[in-house]
Every structure is written in structure tokens, then in C-alpha cells.
């Protein structure tokens, strides 16, 4: 599979990470780097690469962040069936964060990690596996923690994990990092002129670069809104305002523009927590999306 734009460098630390597991091996990893920068499609990347593995992920919901567990149910959700093998202090736990026991006590935190430890663990000796965790910044507290505990303890066995986010956060001290930078100037018109519909003044094409800074997402951003006025060389200044709120406001403009109804897909589809169509198709039933 070939290597994303200006990205060979990360590209090979992941696909090694997938040979030391597949070899028998765990590992971790954890990705920084600003909005926009790509961790995403690396994530991307990584899953296609590991078509072999069972793949278990989550992507970290702002609105969830107040909801304990709800990051470590959507990483779960796919094993949960492999619970009734665990020590029963473990399952009891476990079950009992994610709601599925009316009996169990409050749910002890040490208990719940080993838990997730245990879960993928007997996962692994089926075929290896990967666990990535997008936007972790946006994970409840709890999920983060438990997952950085996961980190830490696991043994060796054939799971790598992979987590990603804007910035270090409480706990993620001593993990395996790789910061994601933004691209080369070379990288970034490559990407530019691949997804342009047409040809650049390189003048312009320069001023694009230097605005987004090595930012894939601000470079496509950008160039999807430019104008006649742009294109004859009157952008505006690279220091104007930051990417990322560029960023934002392109995704903001971009949600406000469609329908109603779209919009209300939308919302429903950020809430769902474990990406499960039929679900999201019964939720659409009862607000009567159309």
C-alpha cells in the first residue's frame, strides 16, 4: 500500500508496529499533533494496513466527555462476548460500568482495566489485534485513564495499541510517542495539486502553503473556497487568524449549509456511541428523520 503524501516516515514507525505484533509481540504508540495535521488518515492508514487484525477503535465525542466508561464501551463493545471467561471480581466490574448487571456493585476502576486487559488478551489468541483510539482528547476521564493503565500492563501478546491526539493530557507521560508535524513545503504543494481541480499560478499555489503551514487539512480546506479574487493573487495574510480555527469554521460552514434533516442525521450519527447502523436507522425512526 502506498505511503500518504509527505508521510513515509510515520507511515513505516506504524506498519513496524504491525509486524512486532503480528510477531507476537505488544506495543504502543501514541500520536501528537494539531488539528488537521493527518493523525487521522495515519489511523486511516494503519487500518488498512492491518486487514488481518481484528480491529476494535473509538473516537473521542466532546458531548460524551461527561459520560464515564462511554469511550471504553465503544473499544469493548466488539468482545464484551469474551467476558464470561474472566475472574468474576473482573467481569463484575466490567459489567457493571457498562450497565449490564442490575447487581453488580459500583464499579472498581483497578478491576475494570484488568478487565480491558484480560478482554484483549483472550481476543489476541484468536488473531492479533489493534486498538485505536482517535480524538482522545474528547474521551471521558475514565476511559483515559483505563486505557493509559492498559498501556502500561500489557503483556506480551499480539495487540498494538494506538492512540491519538492534539496534545498531551494527564497520564500519557512515558508512553511510546510520535509527534505528526505538519508537511514539508514539497509535501505540501504535492498534496495541494493532487486534490485542486485544476492549475494553480504558482504565486498563488505558494501563498496557500505558507498560509496553511503544512496543515493537509487547512491546505484542502483552503483551496475548496477559493475564489476569483484568490485565484488573482488577493488572498488574505498567513497570519490572519489560526488554522485550527480556520478549520473549524470550514467544517461549521459546511454543516450549516445543509438541510435540516441532513443536519439532524448528523447530530444523531456524533451521538451514537459505537457506530452501529442499524441503531443509528432506529434512532432516525424515532425523531422521524426522513
Given at each position: ?5 509527505g508521510r ?29 495535521v493527518g ?148 509535501s505540501a ?102
Open positions: 500500500m502506498s505511503a500518504l503524501i513515509n516516515a510515520e507511515c513505516q514507525v506504524l506498519e513496524a508496529l504491525l509486524r512486532t505484533v503480528r510477531d507476537g509481540d505488544s506495543e504502543v504508540r501514541v500520536l501528537l499533533g494539531q488539528a488537521g493523525k487521522t488518515s495515519l489511523l486511516g492508514h494503519l487500518r488498512a494496513s492491518a486487514a488481518d487484525f481484528q480491529i476494535l477503535e473509538a473516537t473521542g465525542i466532546e458531548s460524551e466527555m461527561e459520560l464515564p466508561f462511554a469511550g471504553l464501551h465503544q473499544v469493548c463493545a466488539p468482545i464484551l462476548d469474551l467476558r464470561a471467561a474472566l475472574p468474576a471480581p473482573q467481569r463484575a466490574a466490567l459489567e457493571s460500568a457498562f450497565g449490564l448487571s442490575d447487581t453488580a456493585p459500583a464499579p472498581d476502576r483497578f478491576l475494570v482495566g484488568l478487565a480491558v486487559i484480560g478482554l484483549l488478551v483472550d481476543a489476541a489468541a484468536r488473531r492479533p489485534v489493534l486498538l485505536v483510539v482517535d480524538d482522545l482528547q474528547w474521551l471521558d476521564t475514565v476511559s483515559a485513564q483505563t486505557l493509559f493503565f492498559v498501556a502500561r500492563r500489557l503483556p506480551d501478546v499480539r495487540v498494538g495499541l494506538v492512540l491519538a491526539l492534539r496534545t498531551p493530557i494527564d497520564g500519557i507521560a512515558g508512553l511510546p510517542a510520535m509527534a505528526v508535524p505538519g508537511l514539508a513545503d514539497d504543494r504535492e498534496l495541494l495539486e493532487s486534490v485542486f481541480p485544476g492549475r494553480l499560478d504558482p504565486a498563488v499555489r505558494d501563498r496557500i502553503v505558507a498560509e496553511a503551514r503544512g496543515n493537509p487539512l487547512a491546505l484542502q480546506a483552503i483551496s475548496q473556497g477559493l475564489n476569483a479574487v484568490d485565484l488573482a493573487g488577493g488572498f488574505q495574510r498567513p497570519d490572519r487568524r489560526p488554522v485550527v480555527a480556520e478549520i473549524e469554521d470550514h467544517y461549521l460552514s459546511t454543516l450549516r449549509s445543509l438541510p435540516a434533516d441532513a443536519r439532524r442525521v448528523v447530530l444523531l450519527a456524533a451521538s451514537e456511541p459505537v457506530g452501529d447502523p442499524s441503531l443509528l436507522r432506529r434512532a432516525m425512526e424515532v425523531q422521524q428523520v426522513p
